[in-house]
Structure formats: C-alpha cells, structure tokens
C-alpha cells in the first residue's frame, strides 16, 4: 500500500511540473495573437518567467491614459501591452529581433517579400519619417482583416520622395535597393458591434 501511496504522489507532482511547463514553454508561447484575450493575471499566470514591469502612461499623442505591461523588459523578447480601462487589452506592440511573431508567421525582420508571399496579394506601405512610418497596407490580402498592423523601416537610406504622410509609389527596384524590414508589430483588436 505504501509503495501504491507513493507512485500515485510521484505521479501526481510530475503532472504538475509538466502542465506548468506546458503554459510556459510552449511552442506557441510567443505567438503575439494568443495574448489577445488574456487580462494580466492570466499573462502574469502563463509568463511567470517574463519579470512584468507595470506602470501607466499617457498614449495617442498625451490625451489617453492607459496601465502597461512590459514583459521581458530589456531583453530581444520585450513586448508592450496596454490595457483598456475595463483591463481588457487594448494593443501589443514588438519591436525587437526576439522570440515574438504572429500567427501567420510575422515576425521583426520579416522581408517586404515575406509579407507579399504570406498577404498572397501585393502590400503597399506609408512613407517614412512621421508617426505611422511605413505602416503596411494589406491591400484586400489574406491579413486584410486581421488585427495586425506591420511597420517597414528601410536598411538603406531612401530616397526624399519615400518621406511623409502617403502610400509611396514605388518601382521593384526601388523598392529592393531600400532594403525593406518589419521594425514593428502591432496587434489592436478590433471591436465590433
């Protein structure tokens, strides 16, 4: 009986130990899309690795305050989460080479090829140096009606003409010689009514 007691409490704490491990390492623990529905206790439950720094900030050009979260502060896996006043999320946002991606596969350095072939419909883009620099248009693709929304900077200096508030009109060499990468992700869900 004592060596029955003891198999069912060795079996019982390893069951444990491996559906913690399940929430926390993963393969699907730094899709970004798969954080949408949590609130912060259940991000604080399912990262505990992350070392969560919170705060509040002002947001949409000072006239907003919202609660953050960070996770993995200081590290290739940051990401910024805010929240709505109910504490539901209202945006992620990622901007390093880290562990993070979307879904689809999305991730910090993707190509402007990799977002054409993964759209399946040729994107368009905004031009660079003002507050959504180069903000990525699906253009009716497969991501058209999805919650993410990619930002390109260019490894290569562009050209005047590629600055400013406006889809940029560009030739495929143009476009190559820029060298375009994703430097940010954002998710903000959509609310529909």
């Not at 993707?110 to 003002?130: A, M, Q």
């Amino acid at each position: 009986m004592k060596k029955l007691l003891f198999i069912m409490a060795f079996v019982g704490l390893y069951s444990c130990n491996s559906t913690k491990k399940a929430t926390t390492d993963t393969p699907d623990k730094f899709v970004a899309e798969n954080l949408m529905d949590y609130d912060l206790k259940e991000v604080k439950e399912r990262y505990p690795d992350a070392n969560i720094e919170e705060g509040t900030n002002l947001y949409d050009e000072g006239t907003v305050e919202r609660s953050y979260a960070i996770l993995y502060p200081g590290t290739k896996d940051e990401m910024h989460i805010t929240w709505n006043s109910d504490q539901q999320i209202f945006d992620i946002r990622f901007t390093e080479e880290g562990k993070w991606h979307s879904a689809s596969g999305i991730k910090i350095g993707s190509t402007y090829e990799d977002l054409n072939r993964i759209n399946e419909v040729p994107i368009s883009f905004y031009g660079f140096g003002w507050d959504y620099s180069g903000a990525v248009v699906w253009n009716g693709g497969k991501l058209e009606d999805s919650d993410l929304r990619v930002f390109l900077g260019a490894e290569n200096e562009p050209a005047d003409k590629f600055y400013g508030d406006h889809v940029v009109k560009a030739s495929p060499q143009e476009i190559k010689n820029m060298n375009l990468k994703v430097q940010a992700i954002v998710l903000k869900k959509s609310r529909k009514i």
